[in-house]
């Protein structure tokens, strides 16, 4: 059974420090990863996406990953209010185009003015 | 930028009775999906469908459910006999091949089964 883990949250930062998000997942056998946020009401946005051990940046976004110790984790610099919303943590199995993906339940963050 | 649409937004139906839920998924994509969200819970996944086929359906998508391709640009679910527990935002999504798969969600329908 694949299962991703997230703390659903909520997690409160003030605005302009750091959000970092948390996931793990029970597959080893997952190749790639992803996070998206999702307002309320609305429909999942892809953020980013990783594969690879390390870290991906792009803009105010940090995803990190390590297969060793199936975490994934999204960093949020400079925190703004917009970025207030659900964050859902993703995972594919081969890596391939039939892939469903896995989906957490998301952590809620919150950010303060 | 090339979007996933779908319609309707929300469609409300009685029990036992059969809806077909549509997506246009963005033009150049190959691989197309359904994912479900019942309120408050998490995103699962329903099926995926390339070159006119099935490639990989969950265990939630069983004999009610079935999806198609009627022409070049529309990608449809229909759900036969409708349950109560099948009220849920429906998200179709859509990816191409050397994109790493990245799936990209359209707005979703939100089915009430009354």
């Known amino acids: 059974q694949k299962e991703v883990e997230q703390n659903s949250g909520p997690l409160s930062v003030p605005e302009g420090a750091i959000a970092s998000l948390n996931c793990t997942y029970s597959d080893r056998g997952s190749q790639s990863f992803f996070w998206y946020r999702q307002y309320s009401g609305k429909s999942p946005e892809l953020i980013m996406s990783i594969y690879s051990n390390g870290d991906k940046e792009d803009g105010r976004f940090t995803a990190q990953l390590n297969k060793a110790s199936q975490y994934v984790s999204l960093l949020i610099r400079d925190s703004q209010p917009s970025d207030s919303a659900t964050y859902l943590c993703?995972?594919?199995?081969?890596?391939?185009?039939?892939?469903?993906?896995?989906f957490g339940k998301g952590t809620h963050l919150i950010i303060q003015p | 930028e090339p979007e996933v649409t779908q319609t309707p937004s929300h469609q409300v139906t009685q029990m036992g009775q059969e809806v077909i839920l549509r997506c246009v998924p963005i033009s150049n994509h190959l691989y197309f999906y359904w994912y479900r969200q019942i309120l408050g819970q998490k995103v699962e996944f329903l099926v995926s469908?390339?070159?006119?086929?099935?490639?990989?359906k969950s265990e939630i998508f069983d004999d009610q459910f079935s999806v198609e391709r009627p022409d070049g640009s529309n990608f449809t679910l229909k759900i036969r006999s409708t349950k109560l527990e099948d009220s849920a935002m429906y998200f179709c999504?859509?990816?191409?091949?050397?994109?790493?798969?990245?799936?990209?969600f359209g707005p979703g329908t939100r089915l009430t089964v009354t």
């Open positions: 999504a859509s990816t191409y091949a050397g994109a790493y798969y990245e799936q990209y």
């Open positions: 469908f390339y070159n006119n086929e099935i490639s990989e």
């Open positions: 993703a995972a594919a199995y081969s890596g391939g185009g039939a892939d469903g993906l896995t």
